[in-house]
């Protein structure tokens, strides 16, 4: 019998117990990826303390704490403190830690001037982790090794799938996979809203129109067929997704798409 692989070993810190971090830490327990007694945070309030020891992970007095007691540390404050947090926990950082942000808008020169740390690695993830689907992207800083990398995978593969670039694609990543759930809550309510003008009741629309989006991404994903050929063969001659398409194309629901992540992208540059 091939033997199993033990999971790699490493203590995980979230300095800022939020929203997101909540998402990833509850992926990460939950995948076996580590076990919650691995990761660590802090909070001030209360009651996020107590979100976080319901499943396990241990809580701490202090950022400072956290750095200390971890190999990797998950960056999730907004991006107005970063800075501040960073330059107060410089002090704490040192070689062998490497330093995870998903801070939006925060590059990774930044990152390491004001933590003075050298491994350093940048994520985008989106709002889905919630729910075990983001999108993620990561960008690796120079220093950080190929087990860094390896490491940060299999955190946010917990959450959803993650890709690697280039950190000059970050602007259009945060429009297109950053806003885009955005997008498509928008699409969804908009279908919902055409069923119930066809004369469907309220709720049946909405079930169909979100199980409708979610069965088109998973062909698409599992298929790994192209959405153009996807389409055309549930088009058939004179029927009646073809009526419907050809409003999208009179409606410019392709450039509008198109344009909604290039404006997205442009905001995204004026903001950094
Ligand atoms: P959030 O407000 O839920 O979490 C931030 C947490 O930091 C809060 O719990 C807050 O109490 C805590 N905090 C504030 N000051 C602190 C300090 N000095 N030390 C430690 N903790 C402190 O926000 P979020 O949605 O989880 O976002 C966190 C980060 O993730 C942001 O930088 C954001 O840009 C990034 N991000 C979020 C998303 C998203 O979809 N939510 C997507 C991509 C990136």
């Not at 300095?15 to 945070?41: C, D, F, H, Q, W």
């Not at 701490?60 to 704490?65: G, I, S, W």
């Not at 090794?145 to 593969?157: G, I």
């Not at 997205?264 to 950094?272: D, V």
């Amino acid at each position: 019998m091939a033997a199993v692989a033990a999971p790699d070993a490493f203590r995980l810190g979230f300095v800022g117990g939020g929203n997101m971090a909540e998402s990833i830490a509850r992926g990460v327990a939950k995948s076996g990826v580590l076990p919650p007694s691995s990761i660590r945070t802090t909070h001030r309030r209360t009651e996020r303390r107590l979100v976080f020891q319901s499943f396990g992970v241990k809580i701490l007095e202090t950022n400072a704490q956290v750095v200390d007691d971890s190999d990797i540390i998950i960056l999730s404050v907004k991006p107005q403190i970063v800075k501040k947090v960073l330059l107060e926990l410089k002090p704490f950082f040192s070689e062998e830690k490497v330093l995870v942000s998903i801070a939006a808008g925060i590059k990774l020169k930044d990152l390491q001037e004001w933590s003075g740390q050298r491994r350093v690695i940048r994520v985008m993830p989106n709002t889905p982790a919630a729910v075990g689907l983001a999108a993620s992207v990561m960008c690796v800083g120079e220093m950080a090794t190929k087990k860094d990398e390896e490491r940060v995978t299999s955190l946010f593969n917990a959450i959803g799938k993650i890709w690697t670039a280039d950190e000059k694609y970050f602007d259009a990543v945060t429009s297109l996979s950053g806003s885009g759930p955005a997008y498509i809550y928008i699409a969804i309510e908009a279908l919902a809203d055409g069923g119930v003008a066809a004369g469907l009741p309220r709720d049946l629309a909405l079930g169909l129109a979100s199980q409708t989006v979610l069965g088109a991404a998973a062909m698409v994903n599992d298929t790994g067929r192209h959405p153009g050929q996807l389409k055309d063969a549930v088009t058939s001659p004179a029927g009646t997704t073809i009526a419907g398409i050809q409003e999208l194309e009179r409606g410019s629901f392709r450039g509008t798409l198109m344009n909604a992540v290039v404006a997205a992208a442009k905001r995204c540059q004026e903001l950094s």
